[in-house]
């Protein structure tokens, strides 16, 4: 499972900083499902540059048999994801979601007839200008399966949702703000992105590893990023040479 993921990140990370309009959105989405091994993949985004509620944008790897029938059901009144996703901070386990209510016990059971997976993430993102998205994903993984490779998958996501959202930002004409790194933020960014550990850094730069790990914890706040991988990405994203040395 991790060497898959491991590839499947690296590859839709390449291919998210490609896109270069909603189609090619769409193909990224659903070669990120096929990647994983996924069942569904999708990204709803609502408030992007001034859009309303009412105007969202979606990209989604569900049949249209199944859209239709969500909007025909109305299932968007009473669906869990929608109803709690924008407003909270950490990922939703599908699992945790109370299914007593009749309707929301019939959402799940028809989605899972119509091709979505009976395991699913949800991945909550909350822009600086009002924006939100929800980045959610479903497979059919065994309970204990699932306990496992959502470890995984929590990983991933919450970096690729964070991207994906950035892109779709640019889509819609939003210039992101530039970031200004210090010389040594950068350096140890630069041999991040080589591949190197924080000790191999400390080593190469002739500083202390608590010194290495102070200018990247600097770099990821500066960046927004939440790991030192999503900061790479978002220097790369940024026109930052950060390789070759």
């Given at each position: 499972?991790?060497d898959i993921?491991?590839?499947?990140?690296?590859?839709?990370?390449?291919?998210?900083?490609?896109?270069?309009?909603r189609?090619s959105?769409d193909?990224?989405i659903?070669g990120?499902?096929?990647?994983?091994g996924?069942?569904?993949?999708?990204?709803?985004?609502?408030?992007l540059?001034?859009?309303?509620?009412?105007?969202?944008?979606?990209?989604?790897?569900?049949?249209s048999?199944?859209?239709?029938?969500?909007?025909e059901?109305?299932?968007v009144?009473?669906?869990?994801?929608?109803?709690?996703?924008?407003?909270?901070?950490?990922?939703?386990?599908?699992d945790?979601f109370?299914?007593?209510?009749?309707r929301v016990?019939?959402?799940?059971?028809e989605?899972?007839?119509?091709g979505?997976?009976?395991?699913?993430?949800?991945?909550?993102?909350?822009?600086?200008?009002g924006?939100?998205?929800?980045f959610?994903i479903?497979?059919?993984?065994a309970?204990?399966?699932?306990?496992?490779?959502?470890?995984?998958?929590?990983?991933?996501f919450?970096?690729l949702a964070?991207?994906?959202?950035?892109?779709v930002l640019?889509?819609?004409?939003?210039r992101?703000?530039?970031?200004?790194?210090?010389?040594r933020?950068?350096?140890?960014l630069?041999?991040?992105?080589?591949?190197k550990?924080?000790?191999e850094c400390?080593?190469?730069?002739?500083?202390?590893?608590?010194?290495?790990?102070c200018?990247?914890e600097?770099?990821?706040h500066k960046?927004?990023?939440?790991?030192?991988t999503?900061?790479?990405?978002?220097?790369?994203?940024?026109?930052?040479p950060l390789?070759?040395?």
């Amino acid at each position: 499972m991790s060497d898959i993921v491991g590839s499947s990140f690296n590859t839709t990370l390449s291919r998210v900083a490609e896109v270069s309009d909603r189609e090619s959105l769409d193909v990224v989405i659903k070669g990120l499902a096929d990647g994983y091994g996924l069942k569904s993949a999708a990204y709803f985004g609502i408030r992007l540059s001034g859009r309303s509620n009412d105007d969202p944008i979606l990209s989604v790897t569900y049949s249209s048999e199944w859209v239709e029938h969500y909007k025909e059901r109305r299932f968007v009144e009473i669906d869990p994801v929608i109803q709690t996703g924008f407003r909270r901070l950490l990922p939703l386990d599908w699992d945790g979601f109370a299914r007593t209510e009749e309707r929301v016990k019939t959402l799940f059971g028809e989605a899972t007839e119509f091709g979505l997976g009976k395991k699913g993430l949800s991945i909550p993102v909350h822009g600086r200008h009002g924006d939100r998205a929800l980045f959610s994903i479903s497979c059919d993984l065994a309970d204990r399966d699932w306990a496992r490779d959502k470890l995984h998958y929590l990983r991933d996501f919450q970096v690729l949702a964070t991207h994906i959202h950035d892109k779709v930002l640019r889509l819609e004409g939003h210039r992101p703000e530039k970031k200004h790194l210090s010389p040594r933020e950068f350096e140890c960014l630069q041999w991040i992105a080589e591949g190197k550990t924080a000790w191999e850094c400390a080593t190469i730069l002739g500083l202390s590893q608590h010194t290495v790990r102070c200018y990247l914890e600097s770099a990821r706040h500066k960046l927004n990023a939440t790991s030192n991988t999503h900061a790479v990405s978002i220097a790369h994203r940024a026109g930052l040479p950060l390789s070759p040395l």
